[in-house]
């Protein structure tokens, strides 16, 4: 009786566990035998460097192909030794590595010597994957790469976790982490003073701190503002189905997975055109200048009043399913190692 093909194996490496890196890891561990390197756990002893860089080189040289999370130091020592063991790499890009905004202290291209590294990584990787269409033209303005071996592939959600129950609150939500570049980056600031023209409309923050950028949002809100300490990805889901608005007024992003899972709830979005924030509301929300907090709550009105929250979640469900996800996945790496 002949063996079963051998599955074959992946090596996965990634920083952290965020819920979209979760998402990757489940569908490779579908289709593949998927070895991990989690170098989050590792510490910066020298003892723990030396350990993670053992750790890689052994993944790669036991793998049939490598995948990686970030354009960053990690992704650029296994696309190295990939090259070394003829390893064919992917490199995922979600968006902080391809971009330079000085005046808010954003990016990894400030620094020539990280722009060297995101260099080498999406020069050399076999495969690089941003996760919207935007940070491929931002990587080629910004780096002067050909881009030739860089392929979009959108960040896959899921329905049947994110989905709206009961009734909608007179409610704008937004989410993002409070810090110095996030207030300007991510239009925190730009909400909260959004929340002075529409005195009548609750609005929610949530990712607020005990640090300096969260006291100078509270000393500029005005009371309909109320601000949320950064909850567990799981604790978002009852402020998405009870907002009927969700905000992503960024200056930039790559493919914004919280706006995604608020319109999965039937939020009714309102964004920028800036980056991936187009590319995940269609026609389906409404839109404001950067940095322009009367427009945006203009925007946040007309949301409040329309009825486009379950054309919002359709966009979602027919464009960025997990399912789409795993397919271009599948089909990517089944290509590389043919």
């Known amino acids: 009786?002949?063996?079963?093909?051998?599955?074959?194996?992946?090596?996965?490496?990634?920083?952290?566990?965020?819920?979209?890196?979760?998402?990757?890891?489940?569908?490779?561990?579908?289709?593949?035998?998927?070895?991990?390197?989690?170098?989050?756990?590792?510490?910066?002893?020298?003892?723990?460097?030396?350990?993670?860089?053992?750790?890689?080189?052994?993944?790669?040289?036991?793998?049939?192909?490598?995948?990686?999370?970030?354009?960053?130091?990690?992704?650029?020592?296994?696309?190295?030794?990939?090259?070394?063991?003829?390893?064919?790499?992917?490199?995922?890009?979600?968006?902080?590595?391809?971009?330079?905004?000085p005046e808010i202290e954003y990016g990894l291209l400030i620094d020539p010597r990280k722009t060297k590294v995101v260099r080498y990584v999406l020069e050399h990787a076999t495969r690089v994957l941003p996760v919207d269409e935007s940070l491929k033209d931002e990587a080629k303005r910004g780096l002067g790469v050909r881009g030739e071996n860089i392929v979009p592939v959108y960040t896959g959600q899921d329905p049947v976790k994110f989905a709206p129950t009961g009734p909608k609150e007179r409610m704008?939500?937004?989410?993002?982490?409070?810090?110095?570049?996030?207030?300007?980056?991510?239009?925190?600031?730009?909400?909260?003073?959004?929340?002075?023209?529409?005195?009548?409309?609750?609005?929610?923050?949530?990712?607020?701190?005990?640090?300096?950028?969260?006291?100078?949002?509270?000393?500029?809100?005005?009371?309909?503002?109320?601000?949320?300490?950064?909850?567990?990805?799981?604790?978002?889901?009852?402020?998405?189905?009870?907002?009927?608005?969700?905000?992503?007024?960024?200056?930039?992003?790559?493919?914004p997975n919280a706006l995604c899972e608020a319109m999965l709830c039937e939020c009714v979005p309102v964004g920028t055109e800036v980056c991936g924030i187009p590319t995940a509301i269609g026609d389906t929300g409404f839109y404001a200048p950067v940095g322009d907090p009367k427009a945006s709550a203009e925007a946040i009105e007309m949301a409040l009043k329309s009825d486009r929250g379950k054309a919002a979640r359709a966009r979602i469900v027919d464009h960025f399913s997990i399912e789409k996800r795993e397919k271009r996945l599948a089909e990517i790496i089944g290509e590389l190692l043919s």
């Not at 990634?14 to 569908?27: G, K, R, V, W, Y």
């Not at 937004?174 to 110095?180: D, E």
């Open 172 to 255: 704008a939500l937004t989410v993002g982490f409070v810090n110095k570049s996030n207030c300007r980056r991510k239009g925190l600031d730009v909400f909260v003073e959004a929340a002075r023209h529409l005195q009548d409309v609750r609005f929610v923050l949530v990712g607020i701190s005990d640090n300096e950028w969260s006291a100078n949002l509270k000393r500029k809100a005005t009371p309909n503002v109320e601000f949320v300490p950064a909850v567990a990805h799981d604790q978002l889901l009852g402020y998405y189905r009870r907002a009927k608005v969700y905000c992503q007024l960024s200056t930039f992003e790559g493919l």
């Open 1 to 101: 009786m002949s063996e079963a093909p051998r599955r074959r194996r992946v090596l996965f490496v990634h920083p952290n566990m965020s819920p979209f890196i979760q998402t990757d890891l489940n569908i490779l561990k579908r289709i593949f035998d998927v070895r991990i390197v989690d170098l989050g756990k590792r510490k910066a002893s020298v003892g723990d460097k030396l350990g993670a860089a053992w750790e890689m080189l052994r993944g790669v040289a036991s793998s049939d192909v490598c995948f990686s999370w970030f354009a960053d130091g990690h992704s650029r020592w296994m696309v190295l030794l990939s090259r070394i063991f003829r390893r064919p790499s992917i490199v995922v890009v979600g968006g902080y590595e391809v971009a330079k905004l």
